[in-house]
Every structure is written in structure tokens, then in C-alpha cells.
Nanobody
């Protein structure tokens, strides 16, 4: 079983920055994919960014150039540095891990609120 624990959410004014962290524990395996998704009430969860075990990154168009995903492989921790935040970035952010066996795990979510 895999457990994901997120931290770092909060409130910030438009243009500000926040850094999210997600620590994975349990049977994560080494060749996994970690990433972030977000969801607002009444809408589907949407993709934000992912990073492979090898460090290859991918981003949603809406966050490119503003968000940076990274990971500490030794600690199975993934980070999301969010700069130039906009009110439309307000959402609950969820950490995700896809294991080598294609098992999907989610964190409990952390709220990010950006005020205009």
C-alpha cells in the first residue's frame, strides 16, 4: 500500500507563490510517476504536472512557465513550485503516484486559494 501526504497549501494574493510538497511512503517502487492534479467544486479533476522517476517533466498549458515540478527520488517526494499565481489557480491540489504496476494512488488534497 502507498500513502501520500501533502503539505504547503494556503492562501496567497494574486502574483504570489506557494510550494507544495508530497511525501510518498509504502510500496512505491522506484520506477514510478508522480504528479499533481487539481479540482474545483463542480468540475472534474484536472491535470497540472507530472515528473517521471528519471526526471522528465510535463505540464498543463495553463501552468507552463509559472509552475515547476521536481522530485527527490531518494525520498520519493515531489514538489510543486507555483509562481505568478492567479485566482483561477484556486483549487484543491492532489498528489498522485502511479506505480510500476500501474496502480494509482492519491493524497488527501491541499487547498490553494489565490485572491485577486
Amino acid at each position: 500500500q502507498v500513502r501520500l501526504v501533502e503539505s504547503g497549501g494556503g492562501w496567497v494574493q494574486s502574483g504570489g507563490s506557494l510550494r507544495l510538497s508530497c511525501a510518498a511512503s509504502g510500496s512505491t517502487g522506484s520506477r514510478n510517476l508522480m504528479g499533481w492534479y487539481r479540482q474545483v467544486p463542480g468540475k472534474q479533476r484536472e491535470y497540472v504536472a507530472t515528473v517521471t522517476y528519471g526526471g522528465y517533466t510535463n505540464y498543463a498549458e495553463s501552468v507552463k512557465g509559472r509552475f515547476t515540478i521536481s522530485r527527490d527520488g531518494a525520498k520519493n517526494t515531489v514538489f510543486l513550485q507555483m509562481n505568478s499565481l492567479k485566482p483561477e489557480d484556486t483549487a484543491v491540489y492532489y498528489c498522485n503516484l502511479v506505480s510500476e504496476r500501474q496502480e494509482n494512488y492519491w493524497g488527501q488534497g491541499t487547498q490553494v486559494t489565490v485572491s485577486s
